[in-house]
T-cell receptor, first 111, second 118 residues
Framework: GESVGLHLPTLSVQEGDNSIINCAYS??????FIWYKQESGKGPQFIID?????DKRQGQRVTVLLNKTVKHLSLQIAATQPGDSAVYFC??????????FGAGTRLAVHP | GAVVSQHPSRVICKSGTSVKIECRSLDFQATTMFWYRQFPKQSLMLMAT?????????EQGVEKDKFLINHASLTLSTLTVTSAHPEDSSFYICSARGTGAFANTEAFFGQGTRLTVV
């Protein structure tokens, strides 16, 4: 069936470096994508979203890139901080259908 | 910003008993609520979609008689795990969607409920 997956299960970065978390999706009809951050024992926290009519969107220290040609989504975090340590999920949606979550990537930020 | 609150955050129950989890939208009316289950080190899996005043729609493989969902008001949905067993131990998370500015379901998740069945 359709799925959203991530290339890297764990990403370790040095504090202050930039982080890039990748995600591949398989449903070419998906038109809305979201990145979430989930800290241990908590619910997902919305980070940033992007619609399929865009290829880039920027927030505070975060940027999401969408490449529809290869069905790839990435989250870039600038100047990664210890507080960014968490599991990051991408999710996709087609129209009014349900949200489908990817497998998740753990980001570990080292001092 | 909009807040979705779950209660309790943690619950331990004996095998065979039932447990109710509440999901509340605190500053908007939630026309639709979603219930997810998340096992350790895994992703979120949608269990059911609940629309206010109507029966919930369950995902394939989710037993509707075991996971009872009630969405009787625009600010409250409940998930009752009936006759709980150890394999039901999991992290249960809800999200809520309203109208207008709160129509974006994806932004509003509860903090989750850790259920442990012993």
């Amino acid at each position: 069936g359709e799925s959203v997956g991530l290339h890297l299960p764990t990403l370790s970065v040095q504090e202050g470096d930039n982080s890039i978390i990748n995600c591949a999706y398989s449903n070419s009809a998906s038109d809305y994508f979201i990145w979430y951050k989930q800290e241990s024992g908590k619910g997902p926290q919305f980070i940033i979203d992007i619609r399929s009519n865009m290829d880039k969107r920027q927030g505070q220290r975060v940027t999401v890139l969408l490449n529809k040609t290869v069905k790839h989504l990435s989250l870039q975090i600038a100047a990664t901080q210890p507080g960014d340590s968490a599991v990051y999920f991408c999710a996709e949606k087609h129209g009014y259908n349900k949200l489908i979550f990817g497998a998740g990537t753990r980001l570990a930020v080292h001092p | 910003g909009a807040v979705v609150s779950q209660h309790p955050s943690r619950v331990i129950c004996k095998s065979g008993t039932s447990v109710k989890i509440e999901c509340r939208s605190l500053d908007f009316q939630a026309t639709t609520m979603f219930w997810y289950r998340q096992f350790p080190k895994q992703s979120l899996m949608l269990m059911a979609t609940s629309n206010e005043g109507s029966k919930a729609t369950y995902e394939q493989g989710v037993e509707k008689d075991k996971f009872l969902i009630n969405h009787a008001s625009l600010t409250l949905s409940t998930l009752t795990v009936t006759s709980a067993h150890p394999e039901d131990s999991s992290f249960y998370i809800c999200s809520a969607r309203g109208t207008g500015a709160f129509a974006n379901t994806e932004a509003f998740f509860g903090q989750g409920t850790r259920l442990t069945v012993v």
